[in-house]
């Protein structure tokens, strides 16, 4: 038998009582810090200032704002068809009835009835893009841009008619940069043009510009700032001409955009704010604004199958008592 260390049982534990207050509380060791959501997805994602991306266009700014304030109404009956002939070219008809309004010394509105007509020729090349428009009046409307390399890109466009001075043409040489966009100008009156935009941030641009106005011996210089996100784009514009001008656009959804613009003409001393909107549907856009000018408008543009769709205009001038309501249908 092997030999065995004797010792004394502990004794069994107490009962417990009926009743007993609760033990007191540990320390409890907090939870380490956890920034929020945002603040760690801001964090995690560190802004490159070396590689902010390519701005939009100088001219193009403010293109959201315009997209719903702007929209292309019309007066009357429009029939626009097209039809590509091949990969690479198409061809174009246009044919609208309506009014034509004729410039008035007073609050009144004077129109006259016309119609027109006018055909098309597109080329588009992965490089090059030719666009015309000849009407019956025999005025001529031309678009080229041809891209001589990745950063550089040549653009004219040109309207030629019959009428003594109303021909005219502009020219173009843009280049892009890795985080910039720089633009010269050319035209006939002897003007001469210069732009620069420049991304400061990941969503924040600023541009400058400058011309020359030969033939009436003018020149002016202006600012521009766009800041934009995923679901709004703020823009402002200073000119030494006296305007001012400000938009604002918000993303309410997938489909819905509200947008707002502000502008005043030191010179002239007019002020005009407007507010607008724009839905895209599943078979339908619909845009439209008002402003303080007493001008309502509205576009419905609904796709009724295949390549046919309805267009519906109005514009109305409460002040002037004006009304402008159109119909169109486009093909193609």
């Known amino acids: 038998m092997g030999s065995s260390v004797s010792r004394e049982d502990p004794p069994p534990p107490a009962p417990a009582p009926a009743y007993a207050p609760p033990p007191p509380y540990a320390a409890e060791v907090p939870p380490p810090f956890t920034a929020p959501v945002g603040e760690k997805a801001a964090e995690e994602e560190k802004v490159d200032y070396m590689n902010l991306g390519v701005p939009l266009h100088y001219e193009e700014i403010q293109r959201e704002a315009y997209m719903s304030l702007k929209p292309d109404v019309f007066e009357g009956f429009r029939f626009d068809f097209s039809k590509m002939l091949g990969e690479y070219f198409a061809l174009s008809h246009s044919v609208s009835m309506g009014n034509m309004e004729l410039p008035s010394r007073g609050d009144d509105v004077i129109k006259v009835p016309t119609t027109s007509y006018e055909f098309g020729a597109n080329f588009f090349d992965p490089k090059m893009m030719l666009i015309g428009r000849m009407s019956h009046e025999g005025r001529l409307n031309a678009r080229v841009k041809y891209d001589l390399t990745d950063d550089i890109c040549l653009k004219y466009n040109a309207q030629l008619t019959s009428e003594p001075g109303y021909s005219q043409g502009m020219g173009s040489i843009d280049y892009k940069g890795k985080d910039f966009r720089s633009q010269l100008q050319f035209g006939n009156n002897e003007f001469f043009g210069a732009n620069y935009i420049q991304s400061v941030t990941k969503n924040l641009s600023l541009g400058t510009e400058a011309f020359?106005?030969?033939?009436?011996?003018?020149?002016?210089?202006?600012?521009?700032?766009?800041?934009?996100?995923?679901?709004?784009v703020a823009t402002g514009q200073i000119a030494s001409t006296g305007v001012v001008s400000l938009s604002y656009v918000q993303k309410v959804s997938e489909k819905v955009s509200l947008a707002s613009d502000f502008m005043y003409n030191h010179l002239s001393k007019d002020v005009t704010a407007s507010v607008g909107y724009d839905y895209n549907l599943r078979q339908c856009r619909l845009r439209g604004k008002f402003d303080t000018n007493g001008i309502v408008t509205a576009l419905l543009e609904e796709r009724l199958g295949g390549?046919?769709?309805l267009v519906l205009s109005a514009e109305i001038d409460h002040w002037?008592?004006?009304?402008?309501?159109?119909?169109?249908?486009?093909?193609?």
Do not use: E, H
């Open 307 to 309: 390549p046919l769709n």
């Open 320 to 332: 002037k008592k004006d009304y402008k309501f159109g119909f169109g249908l486009t093909i193609g």
């Open 212 to 232: 020359w106005l030969g033939q009436q011996r003018k020149s002016g210089v202006g600012f521009v700032a766009r800041y934009d996100t995923k679901n709004m």
